[in-house]
């Protein structure tokens, strides 16, 4: 008999994105999988030690969705929806819950399982947390085989090797530098010069109009394949991925970078100077140079091709262990 999870899933794409990974990773035969959409309100934004075990935040429309039978199994996908999560504990204190990210200190013993990346060791511990590099993501071999069926033609005409350029942009209210848009660029050339080919460029919603052009002007000599945020056509992220023999990534976005580990190409990671990354982003980024996922951008070390990064499997092999 298939043993049924329920993911409550929302409106933030990172979180949905890991949840997708972990649920591709779980489906198979002893499983039935079940979308719980989840709407907030004004009130998700009050403390988890307010929300407490309780349906408060979310809409009369997902709470009519949390209701018996309740399921074997709940996958939690962020702090807002924890509280959520132990609603259902509660009202069925069979049901197993798991939680990507940690959720806060209120009611973390709670849960059966809780996925937390490594970079976030300095929040509270507890015996059923299970520390991971990086976090889940969709990015699989079978991900990349239909990405590449799709892409590769695009990208025939370009001189080889491909080089994949994904940036992001500000984080938390900090502003992505302009010195450091340009550290960027002098990079991308520099390891340009040094291997030669094109480069495949896409940036991000959070980029800005100012380091958009900065990155236009000061590789416009460069052949290559752009994509700039709000582009017309189809994002060719996915096709980036597969087809590129290198990567080049700004270290701001944690998915984005595990993302591109996924893709197992040898990984260039852009920091930056002191004024941009939080140090989240730099414990992480710390972690993805000492486990050879990725070498620095600019320090004259050639990356190599590592084994794909993810961790949805390993979530998965843990809560069929459950």
Known sequence: MKKTIWSLMDNRRGSVNQALGVLNALNDDSFEIITKPVEYTKFAALPNWIRGRS??????????????????YVLSISRRTAPIARYIKKKSPHTKIIQLMHPGNSGLSEFDLVAVPEHDKNKKTNNNIHYITGCPHQITQQYLAAARAEWADKFSALPKPLTAVIIGGSIKGKHFPAEDVKA???????????????????????????AENIIKEALQDIPQYPYYWGAAGDNPYSGFLACADNIIITADSVSMCCEATGAGKPLYLFVGGDKWLTPKHHRFALSLLNKKYAVLLGDNTSASAPQPLNAAAEIADLIKKL
């Open 55 to 72: 349906l408060l935040g979310i809409t009369e429309a997902s709470k009519q969705l949390i209701t018996a039978p309740y399921p074997d």
């Open 184 to 210: 960027l660029c002098r990079g991308i050339r520099e390891l340009k010069q040094k291997i030669g080919g094109s480069i495949l460029v896409t940036t991000s919603r959070r980029t800005g109009a100012e």
